[in-house]
């Protein structure tokens, strides 16, 4: 993953074949995953192999970030000489997932967790994923009733959004699962809580990069958007702290 995103920070024939807008939205991305995602994940992996519970719940939320953007790159990038090393990174990060995720007790987890609050953030899970599931579902119905393109489809050059598509159809019912999970203080959310805290941290950061570069490039930003994305981090990273205490090992 260092190698790929290094490659679209410094070579500028990466992304030659995509449209300026998704090819900075790219490099923003790569950005993010070379200075910020990848020693994280060397961090994390160091703590892992210590054998700390905290190390394996955040290296699965990093994990299912590095699913989700991978599976954007090796299906939304051109073919190109980096194609098999978008295939790879995806492959392997779904199999790490699988084998880490496996090797939890979760009987463990639940009990680790059993004296937090665990309804602030059920709430933040639930909020988060209703609140996104709207944005992107007004943005859609009102092209399909329009019967208009949504400009970002043609500034991009692809044919569908998509994070709509991984959003809506995986990661925001996946959250209110978690969340109503978590409301009941039941395993799976339990277990799931830090891996999606840390995931949608680590997403909103790389969005953040994205928005920042584009900007750079001249691109039209939201500060709103801006602002919700550093609020989205802060309250993810803050709700992320006693869970990380009471797994600390």
Not at 70 to 94: D, K
Not at 157 to 165: D, L, Q, S, T
Not at 196 to 216: D, V
Request: hydrophobic share 60%.
């Amino acid at each position: 993953m260092a190698f790929a995103s290094a490659m679209g920070v410094f070579v500028a024939s990466t992304y030659s074949k995509e449209s300026v807008l998704w090819a900075a939205q790219g490099i923003g991305q790569d950005i993010a995953n070379l200075f910020f995602v990848f020693p994280a994940l060397l961090i994390s992996l160091y703590f892992v192999n210590k054998g700390s519970l905290r190390g394996i719940l955040i290296w699965l939320g990093l994990l299912i970030y590095i699913i989700y953007s991978y599976l954007v790159y090796a299906f939304f990038v051109h073919f190109g000489p980096f194609f098999l090393i978008y295939i790879a990174i995806l492959g392997l990060s779904f199999y790490s997932f699988v084998s880490s995720l496996m090797s939890l007790d979760w009987n463990v987890i639940a009990n680790r967790f059993s004296n937090i609050k665990t309804k602030p953030a059920s709430i933040f899970l639930m909020i988060f994923a209703v609140a996104l599931s709207f944005v992107w579902l007004s943005d859609i119905l009102l092209a399909l009733f329009t019967n208009v393109l949504p400009q970002e489809l043609a500034d991009i050059g692809i044919p569908v959004n998509p994070v709509h598509v991984l959003d809506l159809a995986f990661f925001l019912p996946a959250a209110a699962i978690v969340s109503v999970s978590l409301w009941k203080r039941e395993k799976i959310g339990l277990v799931f809580v830090v891996p999606f805290l840390s995931f949608i941290a680590t997403m909103a950061a790389a969005i953040f990069s994205i928005a920042l570069y584009t900007n750079f490039q001249r691109f039209p930003s939201s500060v709103f958007m801006e602002i919700s994305i550093a609020v989205v981090i802060a309250a993810s990273l803050f709700l992320l702290i006693p869970y990380l205490r009471s797994a600390k090992t």
